[in-house]
């Protein structure tokens, strides 16, 4: 295998474990060397990946935007009603959750807790911009066909990925009687009627 | 010397008065060097009458037909002497080495030719973006070239003059897709902008008439996606509109009068629904977005107040 694809590979492996010792534990509880023992790897060796825990924070954040990103980018570009496009979007949105708890768990617990950590870089717009184009993208769209209402787009923004957080913290919370792919025709369907257009 | 003959069809003369503000060179430069055969707003003397049968009896060579205003086959709107606009074009249409489309009515039609009342309002060799005016859409003049076609409501007179020069001097141009000439339509107003430290850093004018912020975002301005040099060969020398914090309302496109609110950036949740020209939605979401989290200082406050 090619060093710079192991390398990458080694790296998504220290992103999946930090991300979960992040979200189980707290962004100030976790060290470098915890990450390091978990696995299994000297913190010298984890420090050629990462110059600090700061980096891999945001690395982290960058990783699951551009993996979420480009899911939506493949719905956006598919010849469907704005309407389907909701209903594949939650459902996509809830297979990565399923897949990928520890990224909506440091999404929620990491990134949106500890503003501090991600202010020199990964403020605003940086470290999410793949998925927040996406959905721009996807919203533009909507209103230009006649599908969707015209508004300000964080309204429209918060309208879709609100409920598909809060949904994913529930679950992290233990609180949901069903499994998640199981809401996700109602949830598609209130996304649908909170935006339509008429 | 070569000649040049000037008609107008539906025209409100804005082309005239521009070349009357032509400078470098100026009307009477250029008149020195071509022999104006006429003009319906500057000859008093001569008989359009007799010049053109002088034409056709190839008694005088014509070098230059020049047209200004929209073309119309019914006398009722448009009437020279016994003629109309078309029966004069096509008159002249074989004889002539270069004939010249002077203004957006003379290329695309324009505003007459969104008057309802008569159908047949057309351009040269266009209407609005379809190669539907009054000339096929193969028809060259003596030349080899199109009807060169330069637009703008009205022209900039140096847009004008260059090219009469390059072509006085048998230069050659080329034409882009609406056969205007690439040397003048290959800018947009947004080079050469003032403003595009603000477009850059995507800090936004409320108002009209202010030194700082772009036009592009609230104010409908339609400088990076119009062809027209009004940045780099400027109004009387010294301005354009987007330095006086006026949007360009993009009069050099086909599409100009077919346009509504003309002040205002039409956008979807918040998103313009045109964008610059050569960058992809998704390209100038993110850019955009980049740029207004990482903020430039510099842009945020009044001019006078920056360091």
């Given at each position: 295998m090619p060093k710079a694809i192991q390398k990458e590979k080694k790296k998504l492996e220290i992103v999946k474990v930090a991300c979960k010792l992040f979200a189980q534990q707290g962004y100030y509880n976790t060290t470098i060397p915890d990450i390091a023992k978990e696995l299994g790897m000297s913190v010298g060796n984890l420090y050629n990946y990462f110059k600090s825990k700061e980096e891999l924070a945001k690395y982290i954040m960058q990783y699951s935007s551009s993996l979420l990103g480009e899911e939506i980018k493949k719905i956006n570009e598919m010849n469907i009603s704005t309407k389907e496009k909701i209903s594949l979007l939650v459902r996509r949105f809830i297979k990565i959750a399923e897949e990928n708890p520890e990224l909506i768990d440091y999404f929620l617990r990491v990134f949106l807790s500890n503003r501090e950590v991600f202010s020199g870089g990964c403020e605003g717009f940086l470290c999410v911009q793949e998925v927040v184009t996406e959905i721009m993208l996807f919203l533009e769209e909507g209103v230009r066909k006649g599908d969707l209402r015209n508004q300000d787009l964080f309204t429209a923004f918060v309208t879709v990925m609100g409920p598909l957080g809060g949904l994913v913290f529930l679950k992290g919370e233990n609180m949901l009687m069903k499994t998640l792919i199981e809401y996700a025709d109602e949830l598609a369907e209130n996304i649908w009627r909170a935006l339509k257009a008429g | 010397m070569k000649t040049l003959l000037w008609l107008q069809g539906l025209t409100c003369n804005g082309n005239t008065q521009s070349l009357l503000n032509a400078e470098n060179p100026y009307i009477y430069e250029i008149f020195s060097k071509i022999n104006l055969l006429y003009h319906p707003s500057l000859s008093i003397e001569n008989n359009l009458n007799e010049i053109i049968d002088k034409i056709l009896d190839k008694e005088i060579k014509l070098d230059f037909l020049i047209v200004e205003g929209a073309i119309t086959k019914n006398k009722n709107f448009c009437k020279i002497g016994n003629y109309s606009i078309s029966d004069l074009v096509n008159k002249l249409k074989d004889k002539a080495e270069y004939i010249i489309a002077v203004g957006n009515c003379a290329v695309h039609g324009n505003l007459p030719a969104v008057?309802?009342?008569?159908?047949d309002i057309c351009g040269l060799q266009f209407k609005f973006e379809e190669k539907k005016g009054l000339l096929p859409s193969d028809f060259k003049t003596k030349s080899g070239y199109p009807v060169i076609n330069i637009t703008?409501?009205?022209?900039?007179?140096a847009w004008f003059t260059q090219v009469l020069m390059a072509l006085y001097y048998d230069r050659k141009i080329s034409l882009d897709k609406f056969n205007r000439p690439k040397e003048i339509?290959?800018?947009?107003?947004?080079?050469?902008?003032?403003?595009n430290e603000y477009f850059e850093w995507k800090?936004?004018?409320?108002?009209?008439?202010?030194?700082?912020?772009?036009?592009?975002?609230?104010?409908?301005?339609r400088g990076p996606m119009t062809h027209a040099p009004c940045n780099k060969i400027l109004w009387n020398r010294i301005s354009s509109k987007t330095r006086a914090g006026m949007p360009c309302i993009g009069c050099t496109e086909f599409n100009f009068p077919v346009r509504e609110n003309f002040f205002d950036t039409k956008k979807n949740m918040g998103i313009p629904e045109d964008i610059p020209l050569g960058v992809s939605k998704r390209a100038y979401i993110m850019i955009s977005g980049v740029a207004k989290t990482l903020k430039n200082e510099r842009v945020s406050k009044k001019l006078e107040d920056t360091e």
């Open positions: - | 008057y309802r009342e008569n159908k703008g409501c009205p022209i900039h007179p339509f290959m800018y947009l107003p947004h080079d050469g902008c003032t403003r800090t936004e004018a409320e108002e009209f008439g202010h030194k700082e912020g772009c036009l592009f975002y609230n104010l409908g301005c």
